[in-house]
């Protein structure tokens, strides 16, 4: 991987990506894709929120009533991720995980029917394609649910990704174009004659660029130097998430994605190919904390057992929480802002990985054209004020 230390524009660029995640890494390798010199400010480019992500692709299980215009930019993403991941693994010439399995949302009880009666209402209005099953019908389609089923929604165009291997490819694709790697944090946007130039980072090294832009993930709103109107209101939501696998004696366990609100609680069951089975997620407003909790880890088992019986026959090999970067409407904050050469790719909450593409695109574009394309104009940092920000604990910035 290049970093700042082989030559390659050291102390100069295009575009400075402030923030090594999955909207960091998507937005430099377009950028670089287009010819710009594009570097990239991170200790640890792939981690952040994607390294504990289920990766489902649910633009339609996961409507929410007074989001129909994110719902169109969610749409509009998911519809590029077959090329876009065929052009990824070409680029980098590694897998993605990316599977068109399918989604299958259940309700457990008289409540849970009722709501997702009103959720494939909600579908239909907005005029995308979900299927009603009864109780025999969902567990005809998945052996292993709960004989307790009511009826649930098939929606076949809501696919997965595995994040892990998303972000290593993107790391790769980075790296095959030319984006340098600067491994240290950026603490303060440099501002020169009233425009973004660059960034210093905590080792002191000055980073000059003619364009920046800060993906920091929830961290986004902690950077030095931005005006204070200016800064992204992000917040950090914590999110727990378990990982079990499936031994090849009780294969197969389940074909595609399984979710359902159980006691007023969101949960997903999201199968890889490899036999591993991703179970999640809480969200919790706490903060900067990401501490794995007994409880956590309990309430995701007994919801998920409630759902799937048979999960507690299975290993868990890994908990794990991190920190979605949510924003005042739960959508994206997204391309130029009013400080001249400063562009935002963060607040994507729990669409992150879904958005990858379409993020990536609209950035490109941003940058090279100081416009956002159509589809991404409802979601300019610029229909925000300045919020206040969380401060952090020292060790998520040593």
């Known amino acids: ?59 339609v299980t996961e409507l929410h009533y007074g989001e129909e215009t994110l719902l169109g930019l969610n749409l509009a993403s998911a519809r590029r991720y077959p090329d876009f991941v065929a052009e990824l693994e070409q680029a980098s010439g590694l ?19 009722a709501h997702l009666r009103e959720l494939h209402a909600l579908q239909q209005r ?57 491994r240290a944090w950026a603490e303060r946007l440099s501002v020169v004659r009233e425009r973004a130039a660059g960034a210093v980072l905590a080792d002191g090294t000055e980073l000059a660029a003619d364009q920046v832009v800060l993906a920091g993930g929830s961290l986004s709103g902690r950077l030095a130097g931005v005006p204070e109107e200016l800064r992204p209101p992000v917040r950090p939501v914590k999110g727990q998430v378990l990982r079990l696998t499936v031994p090849p004696a009780y294969a197969p366990f389940l074909s595609r994605t399984v979710r359902a609100v159980v006691r007023g609680s969101h949960v997903y069951l999201v199968p890889r190919a490899d036999g591993e089975l991703v179970v999640g997620a809480t969200s919790e407003e706490l903060g900067w904390d990401t501490t794995v909790t007994a409880g ?49 790719a963060t607040g994507h909450y729990r669409n992150g990985v879904l958005l990858t593409p379409v993020t990536g695109d609209a950035l490109a574009h941003a940058l090279a054209t100081g416009e956002l394309p159509d589809e991404a104009r409802p979601f300019t940092p610029r229909r925000f004020t300045s919020a206040p920000v969380e401060s952090v604990p020292q060790e998520l910035t040593a």
């Open 126 to 182: 907005s005029g995308l394609d979900s299927q009603w099953l009864t109780g025999r019908e969902c567990r005809r389609l998945e052996p292993m649910l709960a004989p307790g089923v009511r009826g649930g929604l098939r929606v076949d165009g809501d696919h997965q990704i595995d994040p892990r291997r998303l972000t290593r490819a993107l790391l790769t694709a980075c790296e095959r174009a030319g984006v340098v790697f600067h």
């Open 1 to 59: 991987m290049q970093s700042s230390q082989n030559g390659a524009i050291p102390h100069g660029s295009d575009v400075l990506v402030v923030g090594g995640g999955i909207i960091g890494l998507v937005t430099a390798w377009r950028a670089a894709q287009r010819g710009m010199r594009t570097a990239l400010a991170d200790p640890a480019p792939g981690g952040g929120a994607a390294q504990v992500a289920a990766g489902m692709l649910a633009a």
């Open 296 to 344: 956590g880890v309990y309430e995701l088992l007994r919801d998920a057992h409630e759902l799937v019986p048979g999960i507690t026959e299975l290993p868990l090999t890994e908990t794990r929480a991190g920190l979605r970067p949510g924003s005042p409407d739960n959508a994206p904050l997204l391309g130029p802002t009013a400080l001249p050469g400063l562009h935002l």
């Open 95 to 113: 897998g993605t995980g990316y599977r068109a399995c399918g989604t299958l949302a259940v309700a457990l009880d008289a409540d849970d029917r």
